[in-house]
């Protein structure tokens, strides 16, 4: 199958990579300790982007790295950030998001990551580092953009085969645990829908936490293409590491959940669910008349307002709506 494979890496040597940095993070390619090259630092440099960083762990009582503050099952205030970084990133032009600016080409190339793997157009990959300019970073991944992200990440994914976006997340979730600020705690992980997906299998290989959003579930055999023992995974995502929204009638967690057949086939997504109503207004049903034609027209309409609606309770920014709404950290 075209494109499941990422180019020279085979299945075993990705186990054994996952394996060697949960064993010991210092094993792999460390970044350069300084920055290289003849060029003059630009104001906007950030020197805690370089050095080498074990995987995040260890107790969450104290709170005293951002991992920490966002990591556990709670709403908190952030995740409304969160939420608009992971709408941002499916445009890399939009640079700001609040307080959040998105590294530059320059910044990622300092930090030792080289800008061409935060984006694929061949598999449809596509994520971005965010920062608050405080020694906070977040790493993002896109959702589905294109027909390509079904046929090369979801379906597949979904049915338990190997897919290259996950590869390339698990990669580059790696290599920023791999930074000083992943070392030091200051970075999460976030994504909406497939980059839901792709956050949560991310979290699970690095220990660094995710908040996603209308997530795509995460197979079992993906899970343990990476070294991961899926029960145990799950079991971490649930306390905390993953936590996870979904707007009430989402159509993709409605389906991996709750529809017959499909939830056989569908994996679940990993994480504590918080489930937001929807701030849709609902769709009231057509008048009766007695012309026949107008009726006809009515149900039309009626129907097509229906479909629309499942179809908009996926999109970002009803997902946006709801936490501006409700505002579940404050209940």
Sequence with gaps: MAGVQPLGITPQSWQDRAAAFRADPQALPQPPATPTGSYRLEPSYH?????????????TAGATSFADEVRGRDAKAVDL???QIANAVYDPS???????????????????IDPATLETPDTGFRAGIY????????????????RIDWTGANFPQGLGLRTEQYDQAVALAQQV??????REGNVVITGHSLGGGLSAIASLATDIPAVTFDASGVHDDTMEQFGLDPGQAKQDAENGLVRRY?????????????????????PDAPGHEITLDSPLPPIDPPKWTWNPIEMAQR??????AKAE?????????????????QRPWER
Excluded: C
């Excluded at 645990?177 to 992943?182: I, P, Q, R």
């Excluded at 707007?247 to 959940?257: F, R, S, Y």
């Excluded at 009803?318 to 501006?324: E, G, K, N, P, R």
């Design 47 to 59: 020197p805690q982007l370089f050095g080498a960083a074990p995987r995040q762990g260890g107790p």
């Design 81 to 83: 950030e969160l939420m």
């Design 94 to 112: 939009v640079r700001s998001v609040g307080d959040w600016t998105r590294l530059s080409d320059a910044q990622l190339r300092e930090a030792g």
């Design 131 to 146: 920062t608050d300019g405080d020694g906070n970073y977040v790493l993002a991944f896109s959702g589905s953009n294109e």
């Design 177 to 182: 645990a791999n930074s000083e600020f992943g």
């Design 246 to 266: 979904n707007v009430d009638g989402d159509p993709l967690t409605a389906a991996q959940e709750d529809t017959p057949g499909l939830n056989r086939i569908m």
């Design 299 to 304: 149900t039309a309409d009626y129907l097509k």
């Design 309 to 325: 609606r499942v179809g908009d309770l996926h999109r970002q920014q009803t997902m946006i709506d709801a936490l501006q709404q």
